[in-house]
T-cell receptor, first 114, second 113 residues
Framework: DSGVTQTPKHLITATGQRVTLRCSPR?????VYWYQQSLDQGLQFLIQ???????AKGNILERFSAQQFPDLHSELNLSSLELGDSALYFC?????????????FGPGTRLTVL | AQTVTQSQPEMSVQEAETVTLSCTYD???????LFWYKQPPSRQMILVIR??????QNATENRFSVNFQKAAKSFSLKISDSQLGDAAMYFC??????????FGKGTKLTVNP
């Protein structure tokens, strides 16, 4: 158990809908990262937050947004969902969010868009 | 931009034997870290081992060790005394100044009893 929690574990929804994925980092970790794992694209970094502020952006679509709240939990919002958004979404956390920090992954949320 | 290449899509090993998974990377960062993560059928991403690029000594964690060749930009993972529970996808990753992990495409390891 990495100490990172993600809810829900599974999510099934329809095209055009909007969903919210939630992540709670390990106790004491200030940085949260979101990754998408799909069959055709592999594992891709989406976005990083550090202590409530966006720190780095990766291959995140404009239909997707994220935020980190004062209690350090984070939410990833996916809107206008398409079939291709079906994937496993991971959240990871690290301490100070620096380039030397090891990231610990949550169990993931499997999103299926029908 | 950082890139990570795992040239072995699949590998297999007999239980109790040793196997080496290959990884090459490219980065312009001077300060970076390399990791191997394991993803078993449960899909959980589990950290296996980490190597600081500034350290010449190869990292070791129990049955897992790495062969880090900085000049060649090579970072292979050796699993000794393979166990059935080692069966998983293994991802080589690098992390540098941009602070995001760049993943290879993974190597699927099968452990045969």
């Amino acid at each position: 158990d990495s100490g990172v929690t993600q809810t829900p574990k599974h999510l099934i929804t329809a095209t055009g809908q909007r969903v919210t994925l939630r992540c709670s980092p390990r106790s004491g970790d200030l940085s949260v990262y979101w990754y998408q794992q799909s069959l055709d694209q592999g594992l891709q970094f989406l976005i990083q937050y550090y202590n409530g502020e966006e720190r780095a952006k990766g291959n995140i679509l404009e239909r997707f947004s994220a935020q980190q709240f004062p209690d350090l939990h984070s939410e990833l919002n996916l809107s206008s969902l398409e079939l291709g958004d079906s994937a496993l979404y991971f959240c990871a956390s690290s301490g100070a969010g620096g380039s030397t920090d090891t990231q610990y992954f949550g169990p993931g949320t499997r999103l299926t868009v029908l | 931009a950082q890139t990570v290449t795992q040239s072995q899509p699949e590998m297999s090993v007999q239980e109790a034997e040793t196997v080496t998974l290959s990884c090459t990377y490219d980065t312009s960062e001077s300060d970076y870290y390399l990791f191997w993560y394991k993803q078993p059928p449960s899909r959980q991403m589990i950290l296996v081992i980490r190597q600081e690029a500034y350290k010449q000594q190869n990292a070791t964690e129990n049955r897992f060790s790495v062969n880090f060749q900085k000049a060649a930009k090579s970072f292979s993972l050796k699993i000794s005394d393979s166990q059935l529970g080692d069966a998983a996808m293994y991802f080589c990753t690098s992390q540098g100044g941009s602070e995001k992990l760049v993943f290879g495409k993974g190597t699927k390891l099968t452990v045969n009893p």
